[in-house]
């Protein structure tokens, strides 16, 4: 589904999450009117009104009233129902979001420093830390319909990987190794940005993502790959 405020999802669990993101805007929607509904209602019922100038007449005056324990109830128990509920209906996605990583998933090293990305994808054996390792700087290049397992890992402050498209955000936290998976279902170019304020060039540290069909990435790889090194494991010349 494409709604006009969000950014065109791309992702295989951005239709649930942007579900999800309704389901609470329209909750708290209702929740939003009868409030102001009922705060109008009692501004205008029991506003001050002229009292009636008869000889001798009093002012009213300001009475006490006891709390309700039958309010106190409803008004606790109405929005505790209403949490729980989405905590209920929101779990499922959240595990899947959190750990439902397939297990197939490519995994892509992500680097990240004030103030830029280090990407560094797998060649075709799917592996990383082998010499076919493809590594560049702000720019991520994946297939469509395969789902990739993101490390990330900051070198100095908190970062944070965030792609709008794919409703996709994981901190890098310095010291760790935070996960993040995401199988893209669109293909195109999409923005990364850093969403967490991270220093004076947090501003300039966005990232190109670009998803490409099976055979163009498999062409990709292919012309980006490093040169195998040579064979006989260096050494140089030929003895003599
Ligand atoms: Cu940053």
Not at 13 to 36: C, H, K, P, Q, R
Not at 145 to 150: N, V
Request: hydrophobic share 45%; aromatic share 12%.
């Amino acid at each position: 589904m494409r709604h006009w405020w969000f950014p065109e999802s791309a992702s295989s669990y951005a239709g649930d999450l942007d579900s999800l993101f309704y389901l609470i805007l329209y909750i708290t929607g209702a929740v939003f009117l009868v409030v102001e509904a009922g705060l109008l209602w009692f501004v205008i019922r029991y506003r001050r009104r002229p009292v009636a100038a008869a000889p001798g007449a009093a002012e009213p005056k300001a009475y006490y009233i006891e709390g309700s324990a039958a309010a106190e109830i409803i008004w606790t128990m109405i929005p505790a129902v209403l949490v729980v509920l989405v905590a209920v209906l929101s779990q499922g996605l959240w595990y899947h979001l959190k750990d439902g990583a397939p297990s197939n998933a490519t995994p892509i090293g992500v680097m990240v420093k004030q103030f830029e990305w280090q990407f560094t994808m797998a060649g075709a054996d799917g592996r990383l830390g082998t010499d076919d390792d493809i590594t560049r700087k702000d720019h991520l290049t994946v297939q469509v319909d395969q789902a990739y397992q993101l490390e990330l890992q900051s070198i100095d402050v908190i970062h944070s990987f965030f792609v709008p498209a794919f409703r996709l955000k994981q901190d890098a936290v310095p010291g760790m190794t935070t996960r993040a998976w995401f199988r893209a279902t669109r293909i195109g170019e999409y923005e990364v940005a850093c969403a967490e304020l991270c220093g004076l060039g947090h501003y300039r540290m966005p990232a190109r993502l670009v998803v490409l069909s099976a055979e163009d990435f498999t062409r990709w790889q292919a012309a980006e790959a490093p040169p195998p090194p040579p064979p006989g494991g260096g050494g140089g010349g030929s003895g003599q």
